[in-house]
């Protein structure tokens, strides 16, 4: 149980393009889902958290004209990187948290390469 | 300041050797406490979990952790390591109050010698 799939897996784009990367809990509902970045051999860094029907909380720092975050349901949520630059290059993971829970259940993430 | 700390950040042990990770941290009231693992490339899998009652929990692939107070300590341990065990291992908090917000250690990567 407590299943999180994220879609795609890896993403390549060009610089200027947008990306949307999907999360979702494939056996629970989920009424909190978290965005998280990952740089190489480094900790987690959370980007915003998100609740079920509204607006994204963002962490300090992040921009969330860039960074857009949709919670439509209680299974789903996406973030669209836009206008991506190579800096944006990274690994972002989400994880959703169940009703009640203070868990959090992690997809495998998104590699997201932009040229 | 609230934090994580997790004291090693590489740490290496033979197969079927035992195995403790440190993890430290610095709260008023006693959070909510997790072990994740990481594989390379991969999102993180919940180890174990600590909210209250018994201080040794046991979790998955055979790993448990002992919650101190006296220590603000939640040491993960494994008494046989094997070489599948090869990860990096990240502690978190979920502070008092915290809305469900994870605070992640810094991680320690473990390294398995045959």
């Known amino acids: 149980g407590a299943v999180v799939s994220q879609h795609p897996s890896w993403v390549i784009c060009k610089s200027g393009t947008s990306v949307k990367i999907e999360c979702r809990s494939l056996?629970?509902?989920?009424?909190?889902m978290f965005w998280y970045r990952q740089f190489p051999k480094q900790s987690l860094m959370l980007m915003a958290t998100s609740n079920e029907g509204s607006k994204a909380t963002y962490e300090q720092g992040v921009e969330k004209d860039k960074f857009l975050i949709n919670h439509a349901s209680l299974t789903l949520s996406t973030l669209t990187v836009t206008s991506a630059h190579p800096e944006d290059s990274s690994f972002y993971i989400c994880?959703?948290?169940?009703?009640?829970?203070?868990?959090?259940?992690f997809g495998p993430g998104t590699r997201l390469t932009v040229t | 300041a609230q934090s994580v700390t997790q004291p090693d950040i590489h740490i290496t042990v033979s197969e079927g050797a035992s195995l403790e990770l440190r993890c430290n941290y610095s709260y008023g009231a006693t959070p909510y406490l997790f072990w994740y693992v990481q594989s390379p490339g991969q999102g993180l899998q919940l180890l174990l979990k600590?909210?209250?009652?018994?201080?040794l929990v046991q979790g998955i692939k055979g790993f448990e952790a002992e919650f101190k107070r006296s220590q603000s300590s939640f040491n993960l341990r494994k008494p046989s390591v094997h070489w599948s065990d090869a990860a990096e291992y990240f502690c978190a908090v979920v502070p008092s109050g915290g809305y469900n917000k994870l605070i992640f250690g810094a991680g320690t990567r473990l390294a398995v010698h045959p």
């Open positions: 600590y909210f209250s009652g018994d201080t």
């Open positions: 994880s959703a948290s169940p009703r009640g829970g203070y868990e959090q259940y």
């Open positions: 056996d629970f509902q989920a009424t909190t």
